[in-house]
């Protein structure tokens, strides 16, 4: 069963996107769990999947990383399972973060399941990402304080709290509720029963991230080679200072790397189509036939995107999992970007491109995407 999303995108996005928490009610209604706590644990003693376990008894905190062989020991209250990136494995979960597709995919970073026992939790924490946290079954208080600068210490090696904060926000959520929180805002969650939560996460990279992520592409592609030269230099009183348009000429170098617009959409669209998260690829086996491909389309079977993989048009560039994609059809390459699914009426004349129908065999045969069951 599909679960359907009830935002009023517009008005989310000016009054509270980026900057205050709200909870949404019944954002989802009739919301239906797509997993159950079993095959998240099953999930969770994976080696591929990423999957913590955090606890606590009496205040004091403890957390482990999977893969888990059993959970004989847990207890019935005080901890909390949590698997990242449950829609690369888990198809009934992937069609959650589906409606969220009106927001920027290279955005997204992945949804978080986690099943908690009465008392379980991760404890008060901020995240440094835009979150919606949807409800499953159960019940569960949160709080959610002002962005306001707060001292953040580590009670266990593997986390990392924030010290006891007055809430704006302090709510019981059912079912299909969604509570969303912008990045700074601390948040707790008190778990009453058994409960579900599924937080579809988006991530903005810091400036860290983008410069170092670049400077490995200016390697990878021999950029900025060129020597700092000073044709125009005059006797110097002091040697040892450097002067401010040496300073500036400097910049200037590496600014210019960074300005040239070709390298800079080929680096971004490599960076943004890397997944965070491994992701569950399967080799076509046996390949497909390029005319297998092509009546299947022109026949009106569906091709499904695999879960998880990011395909990117910056500028009429192509981006695949990290790689630059050249195309014989850009706009049968647009429609791949766009829709998860798609089949004739979305690929429309590429389907005649012989040189089309062998890229997309290609790429259906590495796994990327496949026909529906």
């Not at 399972?81 to 009106?102: D, I, K, T, Y």
């Not at 992701?279 to 389309?297: G, T």
């Not at 395909?311 to 706009?331: M, P, Q, R, Y």
Request: glycine share 8%; proline share 8%.
């Amino acid at each position: 069963m599909v679960n359907q999303l009830n935002i009023n995108w517009p008005e989310f996005l000016e009054k509270y996107w980026q900057k205050q928490p709200v909870v949404l009610k019944n954002a989802f209604p009739n919301f239906v769990d797509p997993i159950t706590p079993d095959e998240l644990a099953g999930l969770a003693m994976e080696p591929e999947v990423d999957s913590r376990l955090v606890s606590q008894t009496d205040g004091k905190w403890s957390a482990s990383h999977g893969p888990f062989e059993h959970f004989d020991d847990l207890g019935e209250t005080g901890w909390s399972l949590l698997a990242q990136a449950v829609n690369h494995w888990h198809m009934p979960s992937a069609e959650l973060v589906r409606p969220f597709r009106v927001l920027p995919e290279w955005r997204l970073d992945d949804l978080m399941i986690s099943y908690s026992v009465p008392g379980g939790g991760v404890g008060p924490h901020i995240d440094n990402y835009d979150v919606f946290i949807i409800q499953g079954m159960g019940r569960r208080r949160w709080r959610v304080g002002d962005a306001i600068p707060m001292r953040q210490f580590c009670p266990h090696p593997a986390l990392l709290h924030v010290d006891p904060f007055e809430p704006i926000i302090d709510v019981e959520m059912s079912p299909g509720d969604i509570l969303y929180i912008p990045p700074g805002f601390p948040h707790d969650g008190f778990t009453y029963e058994d409960t579900l939560n599924y937080s579809v996460g988006f991530r903005g990279p810091n400036g860290r991230d983008l410069i170092s992520s670049f400077a490995d592409y200016a390697l990878e592609n021999d950029l900025g080679g060129a020597h700092y030269s000073d044709p125009d230099l005059t006797v110097r009183e002091h040697a040892g200072r450097v002067e401010a348009h040496e300073l500036e000429r400097l910049r200037s170098m590496m600014v210019e790397i960074v300005s040239q617009p070709e390298d800079f959409k080929q680096w971004f669209g490599r960076f943004a189509s890397t997944p965070r998260h491994e992701l569950d690829i399967a080799p076509a086996e046996p390949p497909y036939s390029e005319e297998e491909v092509q009546d299947a389309l022109m026949g009106g079977e569906m091709l499904t995107r695999l879960s998880g993989l990011r395909v990117l048009n910056i500028d009429g560039n192509f981006f695949i999992n990290s790689e630059s994609w050249k195309t014989a059809d850009a706009k049968a390459a647009d429609a791949l970007c766009r829709f998860t699914e798609l089949g004739q009426s979305e690929l429309g004349d590429a389907l005649q491109n012989p040189a089309f129908i062998a890229e997309l065999t290609a790429l259906m045969n590495q796994g990327y995407w496949f026909f529906e069951e």
